[in-house]
């Protein structure tokens, strides 16, 4: 039937943005990427916003969660200081020792910034800048890693991105202190937001990319950020996000990995902060004898909505996956772990495994999980588990009988139970500041 | 172990014909014109003496099926099925009116005789042995063929779109149980039908059920009374043997409060080049304190080496556990068809209900199977499990889908699921898509699910003890699959190892 589906509000308005918002974009005077942002939009436009009936948006229906589409954000965002920047970022994770590359509604804001020491290292320059003035490099680089079955989210933000930035990590590079890339929004009024980050790590470099998503002030704020990662061979990667948004904020994340030969990718994503949190990770070995070990820690209460969706794609043999989620859900929260491993017809002695548990404080939490398996290889080890429940009466007796109080004892168990995600992270000092996060998320903080 | 032995020397006996029931009985027969509208539906029902509120419930099915679309989402390629190109109805001539059972027509004795369905119902379907009747087998068994004389097991055969006989009828109403065909308790008991017939799986379920609804031909109807142990286990027999024929088949068992009754079920089909349509639907009810055990070995046919001809069973299976510590146990084995899809269910709607679902689904050749279950707990203190093993060989893709939910009400849900797959050669997919809902905070829900080849070394292991790769992968795969096995009834356990053998055959090297 060549029936038309009814638009939404809210895809009507993103429809409006694109179509009076073009000329202003970034690049879009550029042959090229005039022509991959109406590519990208054609490719967002035939589906729409996804809704529940779409397979992969089966616990997040984008068209009711979204009911309109906020107008793109200024370009100048608020006059931010660093003092600012800090308290959107919270004690913690401020005292954090890093590279700091700041980036307010989407523009590198270099004055903000603490690149000192990485020069010859690692080149970090606006995405805005470079689409206005793109390079053979950045058309070969961008949207290359585009998930096998593309993405409607990420295909809406190549349409509509107006910044971010690339990171390039030289080759046998090796960081000691960790590339803080910090997103700030900071609006006056509701406000939309499309970023990408481009980041390409050269050979045999060892990095660690910590990427945080907060807010200066309680604007709601609608997200839409996608980092594209390329590790070169051998290449050591830790990238980190840190998601706290405020709660008026629908966040709509995708990090797009591909992995060379024998390299190593250690991912843990934080999520905790805003109102309705789409996460997605999609990473692809494209070389053989790759790592990658996906892991995270959800903190959920209120309303909030937290969907975490993985696509791990061996297409060549001999690597290695893991995925480890935990969720600590609490009030009418609704927490989703869904991950689909996909081993490819000649992609032997594959290992893949994934867990997620998710552990619920009240009646009315919903967990979903969906481990999904797709294997085409006979010779793989594969596996996944996924466990639900709530807060263990005999531990907490046990606890209780030894003179700790009740609510001591069940905060005391659920740090606990993130701490083993946490443990995930092999950096000391990042691990430290998101248990101390923890520890203010069940305060009430 | 001396099964697993009966399985070594099965695969060792199996000839090139892999598929030993893939004959065809040359039968008379009476059909409903190909093709699907109005008069079929009216045909069908006309042809099964229904009364007029049976007719105008089918007539309903149709007209919503009319508005349905096809179902796109499973694991399963397939060219479209025209609908049209199907005969509705098929029955063997002699089977016409009431008969006794040595009317029956020789050439289905032999057809049953050929599948070998357990001896003692031969004998009662040949007329050897008068129903009630002390059986030899009894006696050289040294048991006394006594009122439920032990291992009796009654039997519906349903011969393409009819029920050509149910034995051990009177022996069961003794008992006060209802065994018979579908369309007989449609005339016969149609309270029983019009309170029960789909109040599990509406017509407007989906568009297979749908379909079946409106033309479904016949299938087994069961009723055991309040308190009442089954006295036998209950079996149906399907058989498709006309040419372009559908099969429809309806199956209702109602198990009332404190009863319990064990159901198997069995299917074959000849061997042809064209795809065959098989879509049943089954519908189990279990009241308070009630007990349903369902089996099935599904056989049918599942095309050649090349991927040619073959059934395609796409089945919707459910039970309500609608009363308080009731419990529904499905344990299927899947060997047959080109594609099979089906997720027979349990809704755990009484307090304590317990639900279970038991699988092995082995694929060989082109096979593709999308199968698994669903449990959905709404009553309180509910529990459910689920053990799946499916072993992909050959290029086939072997799918489970699996869906546990709990309810906002339903506190102190438990479930329990391992899914497994075992995959035999580079050529053949295995996939787990698992979905869980946890709504209620009290549910405590357990997944697990591995993937691999079978091991190298176990392989070796028992090489190095004389056997032949193929014995050895029996042997593993019949390990693997054991826990399953295990809930058979005793009747069905050596048929499916010898099963297991057969479809494996020819993956290895």
């Known amino acids: ?407 001591q004892a069940r905060a005391l168990l659920i740090e606990a139970f993130i701490g083993e995600a946490l443990e995930k992270i092999e950096r000391d000092d990042v691990r430290e500041a998101f248990s101390a996060l923890t520890s203010s998320w069940l305060k009430g903080e | 172990m001396p099964a697993v032995q009966e399985t070594v020397e099965q695969v060792r006996e199996i000839d090139v014909d892999k598929y030993k029931y893939g004959f065809e009985t040359d039968i008379e027969t009476v059909k409903a014109p190909k093709g699907l509208n109005e008069d079929i539906v009216r045909f069908i029902s006309e042809k099964k003496s229904e009364p007029e509120w049976m007719l105008e419930w089918r007539l309903g099915a149709f007209k919503r099926w009319l508005t349905m679309d096809e179902p796109k989402w499973s694991r399963v390629h397939y060219p479209k099925i025209d609908f049209q190109d199907l005969y509705y109805y098929a029955a063997p001539k002699s089977t016409e009116g009431p008969k006794s059972l040595d009317e029956v027509d020789p050439e289905l004795l032999e057809t049953y005789a050929k599948l070998g369905i357990p001896l ?107 308190g009442v142990r089954c006295p036998m286990e209950l079996s149906t027999y399907f058989r498709i043997n006309e040419k372009d024929t559908g099969q429809f088949e309806r199956t209702l068992i ?37 007990e349903i055990k369902y089996s099935t070995v599904q056989n049918w046919y599942p095309g050649d080496k090349e991927g040619k001809g073959g059934v395609y069973n796409f089945v919707t299976k459910r039970g309500d556990c609608r009363g308080k510590n009731s419990k529904i146990s499905w344990t299927q084995v899947e060997t047959g068809s080109a594609i099979t899809w089906k997720y027979p269910s349990c809704i755990l709607r009484g307090d304590n209900s317990v639900g279970e679902f038991y699988s092995i689904a082995i694929s060989n050749g082109y096979q593709q199977v999308d199968s698994g279950t669903k449990m959905i707990h709404l009553g309180k203190n509910t529990t459910s499990r689920i053990i799946s093993k499916g072993i992909a060989a050959g290029h086939s893709d072997n799918t489970y889908r699996g869906l546990v939910s709990a309810h906002r009400k339903a506190t102190g849900a438990r479930n329990f699921t391992a899914c497994d797959s075992l995959l035999i050669g580079d050529k053949c997919g295995a996939h787990t898509i698992p979905y869980i809902e946890a709504k209620n905070s009290s549910a405590m829900f357990e997944h697990e699910a591995t993937t691999s080849k079978i091991s190298e070394d176990q392989l070796f292991y028992c090489q190095a003890r004389g056997m032949n790769e193929e014995e050895a992968v029996a042997l593993i795969v019949n390990g693997f699959v054991r826990d399953v096995i295990q809930k058979l009834p005793m009747e069905f356990m050596a048929e499916t190892q010898r099963l297991i053998g057969i479809s494996l055959e020819g993956s290895v090297g």
């Open chain 2, 254 to 290: 109602i198990a009332d409060k404190g009863s319990y009754v064990s159901y198997l079920e069995g299917c074959t089909a000849p061997m042809r080049d064209e795809n065959q349509l098989h879509a049943a639907v089954v519908e189990l009810i279990a009241l308070d304190d009630a």
């Open chain 1, 1 to 407: 039937m060549a029936t038309e589906v009814l638009k939404t509000k809210a895809e009507q308005e993103l429809a409006q943005q694109f179509e009076t918002g073009m000329p202003n974009l970034p690049g879009s005077d550029v042959g090229w990427t005039k022509a991959m942002r109406e590519a990208a939009w054609q490719t967002y436009a035939a589906a729409g916003l996804p809704h529940r009936r779409v397979e992969e948006w089966k616990y997040t229906d984008l068209r009711a969660l979204l009911k309109d589409a906020y107008p793109p954000a200024p370009a100048l965002g608020e006059a931010l200081t660093a003092e600012n920047i800090d308290a959107a970022l919270g004690e913690h994770v401020a005292a954090l020792d890093c590279h700091r590359i700041v980036i307010v509604n989407g523009h590198f804001r270099e004055e903000l910034s603490d690149l000192d020491g990485i020069g010859g290292q690692v080149e970090v320059r606006s995405l805005s800048e470079a689409l206005s003035d793109p390079s053979d490099w950045l058309q070969n680089t961008l949207g290359q890693v585009a998930p096998q079955d593309g993405d409607v989210i990420a295909s809406l933000n190549a349409a509509l991105m107006t910044g971010g930035v690339i990171v390039r990590v030289a080759a046998e590079a090796k960081l000691e202190k960790p590339l803080h890339l910090i997103h700030v929004a900071a609006v006056k009024d509701a406000a939309g937001l499309a970023t990408r980050n481009i980041v390409d790590v050269g050979a045999d470099a060892a990095v660690t990319l910590l990427e945080s998503y907060t807010g200066h002030g309680a604007i709601p704020v609608q997200r839409n950020a996608v980092t594209e990662l390329v590790a070169g061979d051998k290449a050591d990667v830790h990238h980190i996000k840190l998601q706290n948004d405020n709660a008026h904020t629908a966040h709509l994340s995708t990090w797009m990995t591909r992995l060379g030969t024998r390299a190593s990718y250690r991912a843990f994503q934080f999520s905790t902060g805003a109102d309705v949190a789409r996460n997605q990770i999609f990473v692809q070995f494209a070389g053989e004898g790759g790592l990658s070990h996906v892991s995270g820690a959800v903190l959920s209460r209120g309303k909030q909505h937290d969907d975490t969706t993985m696509v791990i794609d061996h297409a060549v043999p001999e690597c290695e996956s893991r995925e480890f989620f935990k969720l600590v859900l609490d009030d009418d929260a609704r927490g989703i772990v869904q991950c689909k491993v996909n081993v490819q017809r000649d992609a032997q002695k594959s290992d893949g495994h994934q867990i997620a548990h998710g552990l619920m404080l009240s009646e009315t939490a919903e967990f979903d999980s969906k481990p999904e398996l797709e294997i085409f290889a006979d010779d793989v080890v594969c596996g996944h588990g996924s466990t639900s429940g709530q807060v263990d009466e005999d531990l907490l007796f046990y606890l209780r009988a030894r003179g700790i109080p009740e609510p």
């Open chain 2, 120 to 226: 003692k119902e031969q004998e009662i379907l040949a007329g050897v042995r008068k129903q009630g009747e002390p059986s030899h087998l009894d006696e050289e068994a040294g048991i006394a063929g006594g009122e439920y004389g032990s291992g009796k097991v009654a039997i519906d055969a349903v011969f393409d779109s009819v029920s050509v006989v149910t034995t051990f009828k009177e022996e069961l109403a003794k008992a006060g149980v209802i065994f018979c065909s579908i369309s007989e308790a449609v005339r016969e008991h149609p309270e029983l039908v019009k309170k029960y017939l789909g109040s599990v799986v509406p017509t407007s379920d989906n568009f297979y059920a749908t379909l079946n609804s409106a033309v479904f031909s016949d299938g087994s109807f069961v009723y055991v009374p309040e």
